[in-house]
Nanobody
Framework: QLQIVESGGGLVQTGGPLKLSCTASGFTLDQYAIGWFRQAPGKEERGGIL?????????GYLHSAKDRFIITRDNAKNIVYLQMNRLHPEATAIYYC?????????????????WGHGTQTTASS
């Protein structure tokens, strides 16, 4: 059974780092595009952050995250990571990992097929 589980969220000081994990079971991650999205408090829309494909190629969708957020994957462990550095207060959100049943990335959340339940991250001074 296909399952995606996010972990690593929590309370972090503004300006600090945090690393999120997306662990997959029931399928092999490297066959699909894996994206990280986030949903801020009071917002209905989940915005794309970064996406990674099987060969490690990545695409960013959040301009403010450029050069601060990094997506990587460990195919042996079947995990995709989101390393977030120099967090802004606007980083407070629920972070979701999601799978797209094709090897290409997309910034449109509706193109993704399976989602985890999310992990809450709060950036506060």
């Amino acid at each position: 059974q296909l399952q995606i589980v996010e972990s690593g969220g929590g309370l972090v000081q503004t300006g600090g780092p945090l690393k999120l994990s997306c662990t997959a079971s029931g399928f092999t991650l490297d066959q699909y595009a894996i994206g990280w999205f986030r949903q801020a408090p009071g917002k209905e829309e989940r915005g794309g952050i970064l996406c990674i494909i099987g060969n490690g190629g990545a695409i960013g969708y959040l301009h403010s995250a450029k050069d601060r957020f990094i997506i990587t994957r460990d195919n042996a462990k079947n995990i995709v990571y989101l390393q977030m550095n120099r967090l802004h207060p606007e980083a407070t959100a629920i972070y979701y990992c999601t799978l797209k049943r094709s090897p290409s990335c997309d910034g449109n959340r509706h193109k993704y097929n399976s989602w985890g339940h999310g992990t809450q991250t709060t950036a506060s001074s």
